[in-house]
């Protein structure tokens, strides 16, 4: 019988634990896993995820870099290359407003959730809970 998970708060400690549970048990059976195909379904898992940790990261103001050393600092790590698409993609679904703003001598864009995002994002976040309770008690 395979134990359950501990509750746990954010999706990357959960993902983090079915990966590791995923490789111990197949690891213990004999079975071999194909990195491919792993990391084709890792970022296929992530991907999902990374637009609410985006929005719910810009409930406060914050530009692309700070948005970034805050998702990393919660386990998300993001390229720039991933950002800023995404970004751009967020407010032009009027998901998120944005401001161009000179600080520290630098000018940055500032990106907070629209009132549009502030929906979407309750939303999102009622529907990613209820997935994880499914998961829960699936896995």
Known sequence: MTAKPPALDS????ASYTVCHTLCEMQGSGMSLDPDLFESMRLELRRG???LAV????????????????LAADGLEMEESTLYPLLRRLESQGLLD??????EKRKKRFYVLSPG???MLAALTDEWRGINASLD???
């Open 98 to 103: 944005s401001e161009w703003r000179e600080e």
């Open 11 to 14: 999706f990357t400690q959960y």
């Open 55 to 70: 929005l719910a990261c810009l409930r406060t103001e914050r530009y692309g870099y700070t948005l970034r050393q805050a």
């Open 49 to 51: 995820s990374l637009v």
């Open 117 to 119: 995002g502030v929906s």
């Open 137 to 139: 008690k699936i896995l």
